[in-house]
């Protein structure tokens, strides 16, 4: 009887943990380092990690080298190895095996460039699958030599497809801010189908609004967020500050003028935080927020809107 799935995080994560069993055991039975390397560029690793690559190569196999799927996988072996740590240690470890296995992998994605291109994702798989063969089979001359030909053809058939980004210019020319002061939106980009993208700063009348950029490394975060501060910059009703943690991108001196505030490490950045609250707070305090929408339980007990009306543009930039 074929075992029902809640969702595909439920099968994900059982895969996982189906595919740690067997790395364990087969990380006790020992040997030699292991190259994983080309011949003429050697990379040897202990045993233990070259079978936890080849398993983690595997389950992006299981998952389609998507990354989210893997990602919330580990997440919930990770979770199921906490709560069985106590009660239930030997399945823990496998769980715990599970969600390493989840994390190398996404590592794998990620520096792939997988997470975001869809053709990198698809060369990823391809290697994947040789790999796999290989570390099965590859003993066998006929299977390596099949397992070399057909990771060859497969990598010539996705490079022959026509890329969508193909003809695409690496950089546009900054036109000028968009920004416009009745609907407090600004133009952040365009879609692939040539509808434009907006940013909303603010809803006239209400207050400032929140802004949320995910995605993985070299996406584009910081290239986004500094769209969004120049186009706050330019107007005289935003107060600005800014937080770098890491200072990464060196901002004092390019923010000279313009940035009411600059955080630049993490505790600078944690009281920048605390002191936007106070400001919120006192403002509440006046009466100078309105609610616009339903007050949850803990903004009720404290006095505070859902969406106050807050003047200071607080933009981490990490």
């Not at 190259?35 to 990690?49: L, R």
């Not at 099965?136 to 006929?142: A, D, H, K, M, R």
Request: with cysteine; net charge negative.
């Amino acid at each position: 009887m074929a075992r029902e799935w809640k969702n595909q995080q439920d099968k994900d994560s059982f895969q996982a943990w189906v595919l740690a069993t067997n790395c364990l055991l087969y990380e006790a039975d020992g040997g030699p380092d292991v190259n994983i390397g080309a011949e003429d560029t050697p990379e040897n690793v202990p045993h233990e990690v070259a079978v936890q690559i080849n398993y983690a190569q595997n389950l992006i196999l299981e998952c389609d080298g998507d990354f989210e799927r893997i990602r919330a996988a580990g997440r919930a072996c990770q979770q199921a190895a906490a709560e069985r740590q106590k009660d239930h240690p030997g399945r823990a470890r496998q769980d715990a095996r599970a969600a390493d296995l989840c994390e190398r992998a996404a590592q794998m994605v990620l520096d792939a460039g997988a997470a975001v291109d869809d053709r990198n994702r698809r060369h990823l798989l391809a290697h994947c699958q040789y790999a796999s063969t290989m570390a099965t089979l590859g003993g066998i001359p006929v299977v390596a030599d099949d397992a070399q030909n057909d990771l060859e053809q497969t990598l010539r058939e996705i490079d022959a497809e026509p890329d969508p980004a193909d003809g695409l210019p690496d950089q546009l020319r900054f036109e000028g801010t968009t920004y416009d002061p009745a609907t407090g939106r600004f133009r952040i980009g365009e879609g692939a189908d040539g509808v434009a993208a907006h940013w909303r700063l603010n809803t006239p009348g209400a207050g400032m609004e929140h802004g949320l950029i995910l995605g993985p490394a070299q996406i584009g975060k910081s290239n986004v967020l500094r769209l969004v501060l120049v186009e706050a910059s330019v107007q005289p009703k935003f107060a600005i500050w800014m937080a770098d943690p890491t200072d990464r991108h060196h901002f004092p001196g390019f923010l000279e003028g313009i940035a009411t505030k600059v955080a630049t490490s993490p505790r600078d950045s944690i009281q920048l935080l605390r002191e936007a609250v106070r400001v919120i707070y006192s403002r509440t305090k006046r009466g100078h927020f309105r609610v616009t929408g339903t007050v949850g339980p803990m903004a009720a007990r404290r006095g505070w809107p859902v969406r106050p009306p807050v003047r200071p543009l607080v933009v981490p930039t990490r």
